[in-house]
C-alpha cells in the first residue's frame, strides 16, 4: 500500500493549546496536502504545499514539508472547539490524491 | 464557490438490489471526478476516476462490473453499485478537482452512507 501514515492517530487537548500531528509517505509527490473531516462528512481542503516547498502558513495553521525524509507536519495554533474533527495528509501525483490514515482531534471547551 | 453536491446521503436497501449515487459540481465544471471508499475510523481508498466522456478508471483490486461508473456530462458522475451485499455497506465519497483554479486541489461531496441489509 502507498497509504501515508499520520501520528498520532488520536489527540485530545485543551482548548487554547497548540496541536500538531505528523504525516509520513512513501512515494514521489507533486504536493502535499491537508483535509479536514467532520463526523461523518466529506473533506474539506485546508492546506497545499508543492514539492519545492519547506513551510507555509494560511491562518492558524502551519505546514512543513520534508521530502528528504518523506514527512510533513500540521500544526493548529491556538486551538477552538470547532476545530474537533480528523484531519488528513494526502499526497499528490498526477492529480490523484492518496490519504493517510489520519488523526482524531479532539479539543476540550 | 467549487461545491460538489453528493446524494443521496443516507441510502438502506436489500441485499440482491442496485443502488444509484449521483456526484454533481454545482458551480464548476469538472472533468475528472474521483470516487473514494471509506469503512469506519479509516482513511479514504481510492476506488476509481471518472472522466467526461471515457471509461473510468478503476484501483487494482476494485471490480468494474460491481462498482459501475458513468460520467455523462462536465457536472454529473454517478456510481452504481450493482447487486449490492452487506460487505459493500461503506461511505462513499465523490470528489471533483475545479482545474480553472487548482488542478490538485479536490473539493469533496458530503458522501454517502450505504447499508445493506
Known amino acids: 500500500s502507498q497509504q501515508g501514515e499520520e501520528d498520532p492517530q488520536a489527540l485530545s487537548i485543551q482548548e487554547g493549546e497548540n496541536a500538531t500531528m505528523n504525516c509520513s509517505y512513501k512515494?514521489?509527490?507533486?504536493?502535499l496536502q491537508w483535509y479536514r473531516q467532520n463526523s461523518g462528512r466529506g473533506l474539506v481542503h485546508l492546506i497545499l504545499?508543492?514539492?519545492?516547498?519547506r513551510e507555509k502558513h494560511s491562518g492558524r495553521l502551519r505546514v512543513t514539508l520534508d521530502t528528504s525524509k518523506k514527512s510533513s507536519s500540521l500544526l493548529i495554533t491556538a486551538s477552538r472547539a470547532a476545530d474537533t474533527a480528523s484531519y488528513f495528509c494526502a499526497t499528490g501525483l498526477d492529480e490523484k490524491l492518496t490519504f493517510g490514515t489520519g488523526t482524531r482531534l479532539t479539543i476540550i471547551p | 464557490g467549487a461545491v460538489v453536491s453528493q446524494h443521496p446521503s443516507w441510502v438502506i436497501c436489500k441485499s440482491g438490489t442496485s443502488v444509484k449515487i449521483e456526484c454533481r459540481s454545482l458551480?464548476?465544471?469538472?472533468?475528472?471526478m474521483f470516487w473514494y471508499r471509506q469503512f469506519p475510523k479509516q482513511s479514504l481508498m481510492l476506488m476509481a476516476t471518472s472522466n467526461e466522456g471515457s471509461k473510468a478508471t478503476y484501483e487494482q483490486g476494485v471490480e468494474k462490473d460491481k462498482f459501475l461508473i458513468n460520467h455523462a456530462s462536465l457536472t454529473l458522475s454517478t456510481l452504481t453499485v450493482t447487486s449490492a451485499h452487506p460487505e459493500d455497506s461503506s461511505f462513499y465519497i465523490c470528489?471533483?478537482?475545479?482545474?480553472?483554479?487548482?488542478?490538485?486541489?479536490?473539493?469533496f461531496g458530503a458522501g454517502t452512507r450505504l447499508s445493506v441489509l
Open positions: 512515494t514521489s509527490i507533486n504536493n
Open positions: 458551480d464548476f465544471q469538472a472533468t475528472t
Open positions: 504545499i508543492r514539492s519545492n516547498e
Open positions: 470528489s471533483a478537482g475545479d482545474y480553472n483554479r487548482n488542478k490538485n486541489i479536490q473539493y
